[in-house]
């Protein structure tokens, strides 16, 4: 529904656009046809018209672009919280009772599952949310351990990249590579 919406609304935007430079032409030629006695007048009022659409076409897209870039960054202020919950419950489930860190019981981990999922119904993008849907069903299925690590690395994958990290030359191994230290040579 939102796609549509908005590239209703980008279809709607180009539509105008081009009915504003068509009607830009349309006085710029009255102007020119009425003011061709005296080019040089003519010339100046044409560079005027054209510079004045320009200023208003500018100003147009300087707002959509600010209006859009205030959105993505509202969003990114909800979403990491959420994000930081799935790195934490990962790093729960992978280091529970190690350095420290408390082993997580199955009603916390029911807990924080659940907790993440709400959250993340409304903050997270697709592609999160299709990441957390194969995490989880790893986790439910029970899998190899190296489907479910597969599953990990994508999940953290579509974290940064959701913040706004390109991954570029980083994929499963450098992601799963930061905490497990024996990782085989299958693992990709």
């Not at 919280?81 to 190690?98: C, H, S, T, W």
């Not at 350095?99 to 592609?127: C, V």
């Not at 690590?149 to 990249?161: H, I, N, S, T």
Request: aromatic share 8%; glycine share 10%.
């Amino acid at each position: 529904m939102q796609n549509s919406q908005s590239k209703g609304q980008m279809f709607l935007g180009f539509v105008l656009i081009v009915l504003m430079l068509l009607l830009g032409y349309w006085v710029v030629a009255s102007i020119w046809r009425a003011l061709s006695a005296t080019p040089a007048v003519g010339a100046a009022i044409a560079a005027a018209t054209l510079g004045g659409l320009a200023t208003i076409a500018g100003h147009f897209t300087v707002k959509h672009l600010e209006r859009k870039a205030a959105v993505v960054a509202q969003l990114r202020e909800k979403k990491i919280p959420v994000y930081e919950d799935i790195i934490r419950l990962m790093f729960g489930i992978a280091f529970g009772g190690k350095g420290g860190r408390k082993k997580l019981n199955e009603q916390e981990m029911i807990k924080a599952t659940t907790d993440i999922t709400e959250k993340l119904t409304i903050w997270g993008s697709d592609e999160m949310v299709r990441a957390f849907h194969r995490f989880r069903m790893s986790a439910l299925n029970q899998p190899s351990g190296y489907e479910t690590l597969g599953c990990v690395a994508d999940l953290m994958l579509a974290v940064r990249k959701d913040l706004g990290h390109e991954n570029k030359d980083i994929g499963r191994r450098e992601v799963l590579g930061l905490f497990i230290n024996d990782l085989p040579d299958s693992v990709r």
